[in-house]
């Protein structure tokens, strides 16, 4: 039975710290990857109170919705489109400490002030996906998000 994610901590990384055990609690013994990004968004969205948490993933030419929690968004991203295609097309991460900065940003909500997009990969290092984290405040994302994110991706099999 799913438990709610409870959040110890004053700093972001003693919050993710105490996230991460329950994410990897969350979906150990759970093979379908969509319920484990489901639940991954969640926990996300409110462990850590961010505003928009998805997975965007590959489909032929074109990044389309996954698993997200948040406001309704767009469903599909073409290869170097916005930070989630321009992601994806320079196999990198990104982080956007002001959305209105990055050309070609792609607003699904004009709330969204700052962003991290990370790339999704399979067991053969292949990208299938972005992880895509906006908040509602500028210049959220660090270093920080970006190491426990990635540990948070590498605990889905896919
Ligand atoms: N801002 C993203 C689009 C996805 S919505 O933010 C959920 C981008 O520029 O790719």
Same mark, same amino acid.
């Given at each position: 039975?799913?438990?709610?994610?409870?959040?110890?901590?004053?700093?972001? +990384?003693?919050?993710?710290?105490?996230? %991460? =055990?329950?994410?990897?609690?969350?979906?150990?013994? +759970?093979?379908?990857?969509?319920?484990?990004?489901?639940?991954?968004?969640?926990?996300?969205?409110?462990?850590?109170?961010?505003?928009?948490? &998805?997975?965007? *993933?590959? !489909?032929? +030419?074109?990044?389309?919705?996954? =698993?997200? @929690?948040?406001?309704?968004?767009?469903?599909? #991203?073409? *290869?170097?489109? &916005?930070?989630?295609?321009?992601?994806?097309?320079?196999?990198?991460? #990104? #982080?956007?400490?002001?959305?209105?900065?990055? =050309?070609?940003? #792609?607003?699904?909500?004009?709330?969204?002030?700052?962003? %991290?997009?990370? =790339?999704?990969?399979? %067991? !053969?290092?292949?990208?299938?996906?972005?992880?895509?984290?906006?908040?509602?405040?500028?210049?959220?994302?660090?270093?920080?998000?970006? !190491?426990?994110?990635? @540990?948070?991706?590498?605990?889905? !099999?896919?």
């Amino acid at each position: 039975m799913a438990e709610d994610i409870l959040i110890h901590g004053v700093t972001k +990384e003693e919050k993710y710290q105490s996230l %991460i =055990p329950q994410i990897t609690a969350l979906i150990e013994g +759970e093979a379908d990857n969509i319920a484990n990004m489901a639940n991954i968004c969640a926990a996300l969205k409110f462990g850590l109170d961010f505003f928009w948490v &998805g997975f965007y *993933l590959v !489909k032929g +030419e074109q990044l389309v919705l996954g =698993p997200f @929690q948040g406001p309704v968004a767009c469903t599909r #991203i073409n *290869l170097g489109k &916005g930070v989630c295609g321009t992601s994806w097309k320079n196999n990198q991460i #990104i #982080i956007v400490d002001d959305v209105d900065q990055f =050309p070609g940003h #792609i607003a699904c909500s004009s709330l969204s002030k700052s962003e %991290i997009v990370l =790339p999704l990969y399979n %067991i !053969k290092k292949e990208i299938i996906g972005v992880l895509d984290v906006d908040s509602e405040k500028y210049a959220t994302f660090d270093t920080v998000d970006e !190491k426990y994110l990635m @540990q948070i991706l590498q605990l889905l !099999k896919l």
